[in-house]
């Protein structure tokens, strides 16, 4: 008893030491979680990040398709290091660009494409509209046309015009269209969305964005180029099964010196 009558009592001790070691207990808890937390999302962020920078190859990459198709003949288009880097950096998984020469009948037309897996809907904003303003031409028309290529296939595109006013008056066709996962799409919104812009965490290189373009200064030039051209670059991108058709191809030389897989169903 102490002298203001009040009576010793151990439980009065007892009680708050147990609640600090509860309290420590839990803040103890807390701060391993929040580490173990941490931890977790460093070790995904740097697996997405691995991901991310690993190109997803094509089965048959773009850079072996034939440089001779009829009587075209194609030599590589120097494309400027900076643009390659932005290129490699922020979309392209693969891609071609080439100028196509027909000797007999005097016409040249450049052919590019550009395949887009890791990040998809990379290639937004990278349309004739944008990049050949930004590279000195004005733009004239934008009108939807068609394709026929040999196999009779009709493949929908937008047919551009542009036009450099000086020192001498040029002007340019442009045909383009996009494939995603297999289907021809002519605008962006089909990979624009939320949807459309997750990476490809699953490395499927049938989950992809490509970009066709083929263009001329003479337009029958660029009709004639993408005739003769269509089947065999959508035989380089997997269809909507997956399939791609350019693995059968005899003249498509794979990397390992094979030539195709007939036995690929």
């Known amino acids: 008893m102490y002298s203001d009558g009040s009576t010793f009592s151990g439980r009065q001790s007892l009680a708050p030491a ?3 070691q509860a309290n420590r207990a839990v803040w103890v808890l807390a701060i391993l979680l929040l580490i173990t937390a941490g931890v977790a999302y460093r070790a995904m962020a740097a697996r997405l ?6 190109p997803i190859e094509l089965p048959v990459p773009l850079r072996t398709v034939p440089t001779r198709i009829g009587g075209w003949v194609g030599q590589e288009l120097p494309v400027p290091p900076t ?12 891609f071609v660009s080439r100028r196509y020469v027909h000797e007999k009948q005097g016409l040249w037309a450049d052919v590019y494409v550009v395949y887009c897996s890791s990040r998809p809907a990379g290639i937004v904003g990278h349309r004739p509209r944008v990049c050949f ?16 290529s040999r196999s009779g296939r009709t493949i929908k595109c937008l047919l551009h015009r542009f036009h450099k006013p000086s020192p001498a008056y040029q002007q340019v066709v442009v045909l383009n269209f996009y494939v995603v996962n297999g289907q021809i799409t002519l605008t962006e919104r089909a990979f624009s969305s939320f949807l459309g812009r997750r990476p490809n965490i699953s490395g499927d290189p049938a989950r992809y964005v490509a970009q066709v373009q083929i263009s001329s200064v003479l337009e029958h030039s ?44």
């Open 18 to 20: 147990g609640a600090r």
């Open 49 to 54: 990040r691995t991901i991310l920078d690993t």
């Open 83 to 94: 643009v390659k880097v932005y290129m490699e950096t922020n979309f392209a998984d693969d």
């Open 133 to 148: 303003p930004s590279h000195g031409w004005v733009w004239d028309q934008t009108v939807p046309s068609e394709i026929v």
């Open 222 to 265: 660029a009709w004639l180029a993408a005739a003769d051209f269509a089947d065999l670059i959508l035989a380089f991108l997997p269809d909507q099964q997956g399939n791609v058709g350019a693995i059968s191809l005899p003249e498509v030389h794979l990397p390992g010196g094979d030539t195709g897989h007939p036995e690929r169903p």
